[in-house]
């Protein structure tokens, strides 16, 4: 199978490109000194919550093409922190996922809580347009970037005030965790193929720092499973295509927290 991650972050690379010929970092930096956007820690909210959901806003999917082609960001942002998401997480992959930042700085203005930009993060520019956008953490996906990448990359976001989400997706990317990275997440999609395996969360978790916060990422959509994860020591749980193929996906998330509980 074509190995979807390696496109993308070809296609990032450019597209990137076209953005600082577009708009100069150098004015990027002198925004970022205006910046007055509020902060809301997702390490934070993900320790008080109860939920521990993070609700993605998702249009489509590489592998499933389009999920929700007409969701509008605000009434569905709204609705998933009315229904009790502890943070949320925006797309902002156009050709892939149909996301943009427009997306994320809607989102950022709907609600007041956590924000974070998922995006390929392929180079500093991005950083710093995630922060403008209203975002108050970022993705660092370790398959995406190199260690160094990684580590400076995290370095700079903290600068920012941004937290950042380090995101593996094999025993061999352990080596890129820090003490830096207080939120590390496991994401059960592999990003060559797309395939789910919510088994890869559990299979990595005795690999991971006890002090780091532990989020599970993608294919999680039967809420024994969330238990099962939170029993095992996760604390955060992205969740978006099965809110988001729904026509409500506010209500489908509500629906998901009785059942949790239940």
């Keep these: 199978m074509q190995d979807i991650l390696s496109e993308i972050i070809a296609h990032k690379k450019i597209e990137v490109a076209r953005q600082k010929e577009e708009t100069p970092f150098s004015l990027l930096e002198?925004?970022?000194?205006?910046?007055t956007t509020p902060f809301?820690?997702?390490?934070?909210?993900?320790?008080?919550?109860?939920t521990g959901i993070i609700a993605e806003f998702k249009r489509r999917s590489p592998s499933k093409g389009w999920i929700n082609?007409?969701?509008?960001?605000?009434?569905?942002?709204?609705?998933?922190?009315?229904?009790?998401?502890a943070a949320l997480s925006v797309l902002t992959d156009e050709p892939y996922f149909g996301g943009t930042l427009a997306d994320l700085r809607t989102a950022t203005e709907s609600v007041s809580i956590p924000v974070m930009r998922k995006e390929f993060i392929v180079d500093e520019y991005q950083i710093y347009d995630a922060?403008?956008?209203?975002?108050?953490?970022?993705?660092?996906?370790?398959?995406?970037?190199?260690m160094e990448e990684s580590k400076r990359f995290t370095e700079l976001a903290e600068q920012l005030q941004?937290?950042?989400?380090?995101?593996?997706?094999?025993?061999?990317?352990?080596?890129y965790i820090t003490p830096m990275n207080r939120l590390i997440g496991i994401n059960n999609r592999n990003l060559g193929s797309f395939v789910t395996d919510?088994?890869?969360?559990?299979?990595?978790?005795?690999?991971?720092p006890c002090e780091s916060l532990l989020i599970s990422e993608s294919g999680i959509s039967d809420p024994q499973v969330?238990?099962?994860?939170?029993?095992?020591?996760?604390?955060?749980f992205l969740i978006g295509e099965?809110?988001?193929?729904?026509?409500?996906?506010?209500?489908?998330?509500?629906?998901?927290?009785?059942?949790?509980?239940s």
């Design 30 to 35: 002198k925004r970022i000194l205006k910046e």
């Design 40 to 50: 809301y820690s997702l390490k934070a909210a993900l320790e008080q919550s109860t």
């Design 69 to 85: 082609r007409t969701a509008e960001v605000t009434p569905v942002a709204k609705a998933y922190e009315a229904a009790g998401a």
């Design 131 to 146: 922060k403008l956008s209203g975002a108050s953490a970022i993705l660092l996906i370790a398959a995406a970037i190199t």
């Design 162 to 175: 941004l937290e950042v989400l380090l995101e593996l997706h094999d025993e061999r990317e352990t080596d």
């Design 198 to 208: 919510v088994q890869k969360s559990f299979r990595m978790i005795d690999l991971l």
């Design 226 to 236: 969330v238990r099962e994860l939170r029993d095992a020591g996760y604390r955060g």
């Design 242 to 261: 099965n809110f988001m193929k729904s026509n409500n996906p506010g209500e489908s998330l509500k629906t998901f927290l009785i059942k949790i509980n």
